[in-house]
């Protein structure tokens, strides 16, 4: 991948639309405008926009467009960048796209290639454009806010103010170690543990206040369970308000593993019908049993569905006792068929603390029940979801890999404090190297150049 390149690429999506935006970037990216008979353009330190025709080599119009042009200073990728703003018909955009292609020196941009340009450029660090990545992907009002507070360097401005606390202390400290000879300030590294300590406090609070941020990005996993029968597939159809699973009589209609993706109230949630529970032969639903089992381990929130009509419904409470799964809410369905006082007595006799542990209510998903039963269920979930906060805090680690570079970071903190810093600075030194190792990761700057930087600004050593 050359980034010297003129690259363009389409970036609204494919089809029929008012309007499609063509992204031009690199040096060459206003010059191109030429080969479409648009002469005279200049464009100096902000963004210019103008109403033109573009026209063929063979003079045929192409389109009215739109043009943004904006100078490499004022510009996303850091680079030159045309936009053209065309109508939307498949047949402007293919023939606009042909004809780039055969400018020489552009070619057609790879995948993520003008975000990795504007990282290449200073433009944007790498969690900040994880953020952007995210923003794209969101769904919910709660995936927005996160992504937004990600995507505008909030993060990543804390982030490099810590590096930046490391950076001058792992300076101070090579200035001892290099340059011992030499007649440095007795103060050199008065309260260099304090500052640890506090710099590792400061991010072991990002850590802990980032264990949600991962389901809000993801989205919660909460899984159906249940006998065959029970009503699962019937609830998933009326939280998706659309028919997704297939509901029949027959036991065992559902034999794999169905997801639909909701928003409640905000929170985004990956909803999961799996298969129903029963004896069986069929290798196909004994495959579709095991998976059930599986997602119901692996999820955030587990619904147990029960067919009170069934007479033995609560005896089966034991089999999913077994499970070792996150048993949250459980729904006695089809409360029409059997009498309340029915089911409140079987209820006073249950034991089973995969029942007492759980909420619990009592509905039924068919006819004109369904409507009343549905908003139970999502005022129960609700509560069960209130440990999801309804606003993102600002600075919030939204990765596995966030979490693991700052733990990184405070575990070498942790061993430099534990040594001696007389007796053994070398050591020492080592562990600040690799805590700002970790945290370059975040950032995107590794740079061992940085500690000489700060040492000679700081200190003035030089003969």
């Not at 699973?245 to 997801?259: K, N, P």
Request: charged content about 25%; proline content about 3%; overall charge negative.
């Amino acid at each position: 991948m050359s980034v010297s390149d003129t690259i363009f690429a389409l970036a609204t999506p494919l089809g029929r639309s008012a309007i499609a935006i063509i992204r031009i970037s690199g040096i060459g990216a206003h010059d191109v405008l030429s080969h479409f008979g648009v002469l005279g353009t200049q464009v100096l330190y902000k963004p210019v926009a103008q109403y033109r025709r573009l026209r063929a080599d063979s003079g045929q119009i192409i389109d009215d467009v739109m043009l943004v042009l904006f100078p490499s200073s004022a510009s996303p990728t850091g680079e030159n960048i045309t936009e053209i703003q065309c109508h939307g018909s498949p047949a402007v955009i293919q023939f606009l796209l042909s004809e780039l292609a055969d400018i020489p020196g552009l070619r057609p941009a790879q995948p993520g290639e003008f975000s990795r340009r504007s990282f290449n450029n200073g433009k944007m660090g790498l969690v900040d454009l994880e953020g952007l990545a995210d923003l794209i992907d969101a769904q919910t009002t709660l995936q927005h806010q996160q992504a937004m507070n990600v995507m505008t360097g909030k993060l990543s401005a804390q982030l490099l103010i810590f590096r930046e606390e490391l950076v001058s202390i792992s300076s101070r400290l090579e200035t001892i170690i290099d340059f011992s000879d030499e007649d440095l300030p007795d103060d050199v590294l008065d309260g260099y543990l304090n500052t640890i300590k506090e710099l590792q406090n400061n991010i072991n609070v990002l850590v802990s206040d980032s264990e949600l941020s991962e389901q809000i990005r993801d989205g919660v996993k909460i899984a159906l369970i249940g006998p065959v029968n029970a009503g699962k597939s019937t609830i998933l159809n009326v939280l998706a308000k659309r028919e997704v699973a297939i509901v029949s009589e027959i036991e065992g209609t559902t034999r794999d593993v169905i997801e639909v993706r909701l928003d409640l109230g905000g929170i985004p949630v990956i909803l999961t019908d799996t298969a129903g529970i029963r004896e069986a032969e069929d290798f196909v639903e004994i495959e579709g049993i095991k998976r059930a089992k599986k997602v119901a381990v692996e999820s955030d929130v587990t619904i147990l569905v029960l067919d009170v009509s069934n007479p033995d419904w609560a005896e089966r409470l034991g089999e999913f006792e077994k499970w070792g799964s996150a048993m949250k809410l459980v729904v006695l369905n089809k409360a029409e068929l059997v009498s309340e006082k029915v089911i409140q007595q079987k209820i006073r006799h249950i034991k089973a603390p995969i029942f007492e542990d759980a909420k619990q209510i009592i509905a039924s998903f068919q006819n004109q029940n369904t409507e009343n039963s549905c908003d139970i269920l999502v005022k129960k979930l609700a509560e069960i979801l209130s440990y999801i906060p309804n606003s993102s805090s600002d600075l919030r680690l939204t990765r596995s890999w966030h979490k693991s570079a700052c733990l990184s970071v405070s575990a070498a903190l942790e061993r430099a404090m534990a040594l001696d810093i007389q007796q053994q600075p070398e050591l020492v030194a080592e562990e600040l190297r690799h805590a700002c190792v970790s945290l370059g990761r975040l950032t995107g700057t590794v740079d061992a150049e940085d500690l000489l930087d700060n040492i000679f600004s700081n200190f003035c050593i030089g003969k």
